[in-house]
């Protein structure tokens, strides 16, 4: 399956009545907001996820902002999604992709495997007219699904201090040049690293997923090719979103998945014995 579907293509699956978990990664800044706006209105069939609490772990300095979840955080959220194996997992968020992705690369990293995101949100679904309701949700009888960790590739800090590969990151160019950091201690990025924005992988107008061979192309402008040994390269961002947002649209490509700094920037720069280098 790939990694990146259509709202028709969820919309035919929904409609035929196949067995499948529509996850909705839903994120606002304000706390409860994410599950007031779900209980207005949603896609059909879907499940609540609250990835401040079920897809991440407790942030602070010295894992960073968004680390990973606890087994257990994830295997009980894993269960009352309704997740079990044969099922595929379809997830969308409101429509930048981020919180979908995040949910896309958790999942997959826990041993799921048929995944994958609602290209463009729920912004696209709704654009198109596609149905929609209100409530709580779809009613799931939890499911006795074992998972374990791993299955994608991850790295530590103390593994990206000693890298010698492709470090890529995937934050805006003023992040990365150390002219903009609202989020994080620090402005800048880990000495060595090349940008490559996440955005340059989706349309400005729609945060579609672009083509296959627009992505490899710019994959390819620093260094990242189908013969690439995932190993020779880590991929990092603030705290794991857009990287795995990166991550997912090099899989829709074809490409391989290489190791993912989940404490990124916000662990890095939280660290005063960590180098910190600037483009100013």
């Known amino acids: ?22 996850l909705a990664s839903l994120w606002e800044a304000k706390s409860g907001q994410s599950w007031s706006k779900f209980q207005s209105e949603h896609i059909p069939t879907a499940v609540f ?16 902002r968004n680390p990973l979840p606890d087994v257990e955080t994830l295997r009980r959220a894993v269960r009352a999604w309704g997740v079990e194996p044969g099922r595929p997992v ?8 981020l919180f979908a ?20 949100g729920f912004a696209e679904w709704d654009a198109r007219g596609l149905p929609t309701v209100a409530g709580p949700g779809n009613v799931v009888v ?15 800090m ?10 890529v990151d995937a934050r805006s160019q003023r992040r990365f040049q150390g002219r903009r950091e609202i989020l994080d201690l620090q402005a800048g990025h880990i000495p060595g690293a090349v940008n490559l924005p996440v955005g340059d992988l989706f349309e400005e107008d729609s945060n579609a997923v672009k083509p296959a061979e627009e992505i490899r192309e710019r994959l390819a402008e620093v260094g990242i090719t189908q013969d690439s040994d995932p190993a020779d390269a880590i991929f990092y961002s603030g705290s794991g979103n857009h990287s795995a947002l990166l991550l997912a649209a090099m899989a829709h490509a074809g490409l391989p998945v290489p190791r993912h700094y989940i404490g990124g920037w916000s662990q890095w720069s939280a660290n005063p014995g960590n180098p910190v280098s600037t483009d100013l």
């Open 1 to 22: 399956m790939s990694v990146f579907v259509s709202a028709e293509t969820l919309h035919e699956h929904i409609k035929s009545g196949k067995r499948q978990t529509v």
């Open 49 to 64: 996820c609250d990835p401040a609490s079920q897809l991440t772990g407790m942030p602070g300095r010295r894992g960073g």
């Open 90 to 97: 379809f997830i969308y968020d409101g429509g930048n992709g």
């Open 101 to 120: 992705a995040r949910a896309w690369w958790v999942l997959r990293w826990a041993g799921i495997e048929d995944v994958s995101i609602l290209d463009g």
């Open 142 to 156: 939890p499911r006795q699904v074992e998972i374990s960790t791993g299955h994608l590739p991850t790295a530590e």
């Open 158 to 167: 103390e593994e990206v201090r000693e890298f010698e590969g492709l470090l």
